[in-house]
């Protein structure tokens, strides 16, 4: 991709404290989690911060926001961004997530705030915003991938997965997405999760403006007008999924078909 798509003015580090730029999905991602003053959430993989930022902005930093990942330039650049925007409720940390889950820790006390790992049913809402293959981004002249290391990333996803299911309260809201259109890591991941964990069930998305899932990797026909994906279009054509769900509206059409994410 050489020119942009649309006639958005480059901010030129204008207005670093008050606007984070992200794509069409990562602020989907966000508000479909719907975060509320007050509660405990979990971001488990949350750098660089634009979704912590995102959410933390929509909890009206009142609550406690627990942002994790693995690796000390990552929670640098987490830790960078929190405190351009003044956020006092997100808590960073340096931790695996997979291992986020420590059935015999004690109670979690929001108020006061404590490293991982926590005890089960610890939050209200968890944001799984896993690594992934990153086949999505753009724009990206080449890719540089494996396949080994494209085949790995559906095992790690999970055990992420599964770390999260028993962190997530009874009732709670557990958001799952990435940045790659490779189905494995998504449709297929949804199937597994909804096959290996009967208390989870799908829910609708608000917003939604992307497509329904890709069939032919284990989610129902229903289920996939509920999941929610961004491009490429040639997918949605090429697999007919006008007739497994309706498009969006002619509002967000051109957006859905330019970004891409799951």
């Given at each position: 991709?050489?020119?942009?798509?649309?006639?958005?003015?480059?901010?030129?580090?204008?207005?670093?404290?008050?606007?984070?730029?992200?794509?069409?999905?990562?602020?989907?991602?966000?508000?479909?989690?719907?975060?509320?003053?007050?509660?405990?959430?979990?971001?488990?993989?949350?750098?660089?911060?634009?979704?912590?930022?995102?959410?933390?902005?929509?909890?009206?930093?009142?609550?406690?926001?627990?942002?994790?990942?693995?690796?000390?330039?990552?929670?640098?650049?987490?830790?960078?961004?929190?405190?351009?925007?003044?956020l006092s409720l997100v808590h960073c940390f340096i931790f695996d997530s997979t291992k986020a889950l420590d059935k015999s820790a004690k109670e979690f006390v929001p108020l006061i705030p404590t490293?991982?790992?926590?005890?089960?049913?610890?939050?209200?809402?968890?944001?799984?915003?896993?690594?992934?293959?990153a086949l999505g981004q753009r724009p990206q002249p080449m890719c540089s991938i494996s396949l080994t290391e494209l085949m790995s990333y559906p095992a790690y996803q999970r055990s992420l997965f599964?770390?999260?299911?028993?962190?997530?309260?009874?009732?709670?809201?557990?958001?799952?997405?990435?940045?790659?259109?490779?189905?494995?890591?998504?449709?297929?991941?949804?199937?597994?999760?909804?096959?290996?964990?009967?208390?989870?069930?799908?829910?609708?998305?608000?917003?939604?403006?992307?497509?329904?899932?890709?069939?032919?990797?284990?989610?129902?026909?229903?289920?996939?007008?509920?999941?929610?994906?961004?491009?490429?279009?040639?997918?949605?054509?090429?697999?007919?999924?006008?007739?497994?769900?309706?498009?969006?509206?002619?509002?967000?059409?051109?957006?859905?078909?330019?970004?891409?994410?799951?």
């Amino acid at each position: 991709m050489v020119d942009p798509v649309y006639a958005a003015p480059s901010l030129n580090a204008e207005l670093s404290d008050v606007v984070f730029t992200q794509n069409l999905p990562s602020i989907v991602a966000s508000h479909v989690l719907d975060p509320q003053p007050g509660e405990t959430i979990l971001d488990m993989c949350a750098s660089p911060g634009g979704k912590t930022t995102h959410i933390a902005t929509l909890m009206r930093d009142k609550g406690c926001l627990i942002a994790l990942d693995k690796t000390a330039p990552k929670l640098f650049k987490l830790k960078q961004n929190v405190e351009r925007f003044r956020l006092s409720l997100v808590h960073c940390f340096i931790f695996d997530s997979t291992k986020a889950l420590d059935k015999s820790a004690k109670e979690f006390v929001p108020l006061i705030p404590t490293p991982p790992p926590y005890p089960p049913e610890s939050f209200d809402r968890i944001l799984l915003d896993a690594p992934c293959s990153a086949l999505g981004q753009r724009p990206q002249p080449m890719c540089s991938i494996s396949l080994t290391e494209l085949m790995s990333y559906p095992a790690y996803q999970r055990s992420l997965f599964e770390q999260a299911v028993g962190l997530l309260r009874p009732g709670g809201t557990l958001v799952y997405s990435t940045c790659s259109f490779n189905p494995e890591e998504n449709e297929a991941q949804v199937a597994w999760a909804l096959k290996s964990f009967p208390q989870l069930h799908l829910s609708n998305q608000v917003p939604f403006v992307g497509f329904p899932g890709l069939p032919g990797y284990g989610v129902a026909a229903e289920q996939l007008r509920i999941v929610q994906r961004f491009g490429p279009i040639q997918f949605c054509e090429l697999l007919d999924l006008q007739q497994a769900a309706p498009s969006p509206t002619n509002e967000y059409d051109a957006l859905a078909k330019d970004t891409i994410a799951f």
